[in-house]
């Protein structure tokens, strides 16, 4: 059996994954004739930053959620490059919306052993992948490809998190834990305000 590597032999994979990231934009900018050189300095930092959590991320325990976030930030920054270079940010800026959301939705797995912790983080990120989903939408729509007229469409995204605000604080009625008939009654009104104005957007209600 081969030996696993080093922490040395972590960063320099790391590093090596970065700059092959760049150099495939970079190359493939240039091939389709987009290249605005001046993303790089939005590109190469995005990728540093990003490689700068991969070897944390593998470790495990705190060190892996610190990976986990300069990794989210980096891989945002480097999006962000990416877009700049090929210069489509007028058509791709939901990734803005799209990206976080995902970053935040996957934090999940670090779930609490607590259920009252737990329900509120498994909210959030629920509702996080809710709004990834809104971005996919507002990308599909930013580029023709979807077309809701005048319709206040965004209300069902408000809908569905009411529903899932809702869902996450019933399940808390199966559990015996402290203060669970006041965390499912916190839940309940706001999953009820946010389903009643998606509603009213989504049926363009005068009131």
């Not at 809104?134 to 569905?160: H, K, P, R």
Request: glycine share 14%.
């Amino acid at each position: 059996m081969g030996r696993r590597p080093g922490p040395a032999g972590k960063w320099l994979t790391s590093l090596a994954a970065a700059g092959l990231a760049v150099v495939a934009v970079t190359v493939t900018a240039q091939t389709i004739d987009k290249f605005h050189w001046w993303a790089g300095f939005v590109l190469v930092p995005g990728a540093l930053i990003a490689a700068s959590g991969g070897p944390l991320l593998v470790r495990g325990g705190g060190r892996a959620f610190v990976g986990y976030l300069l990794a989210c930030v980096g891989g945002l920054v480097f999006a962000v490059g990416a877009m700049l270079m090929f210069g489509v940010m007028a058509k791709g800026w939901p990734f803005m919306i799209t990206l976080p959301a995902l970053a935040i939705a996957g934090t999940y797995l670090w779930r609490s052993a607590d259920p009252l912790p737990r329900a509120f983080h498994r909210t959030v990120a629920m509702l996080a992948l809710n709004t990834a989903v809104l971005g996919v939408t507002f990308l599909l729509l930013v580029n023709d490809v979807l077309d809701f007229g005048d319709a206040g469409w965004w209300g069902g995204f408000m809908m569905v998190g009411g529903v899932i605000i809702l869902g996450n604080g019933l399940e808390l009625l199966r559990h015996r834990i402290v203060y669970r008939a006041q965390a499912v009654t916190l839940a309940v009104g706001p999953a009820v305000i946010a389903f009643l104005l998606g509603l009213r957007f989504l049926r363009d209600w005068p009131f």
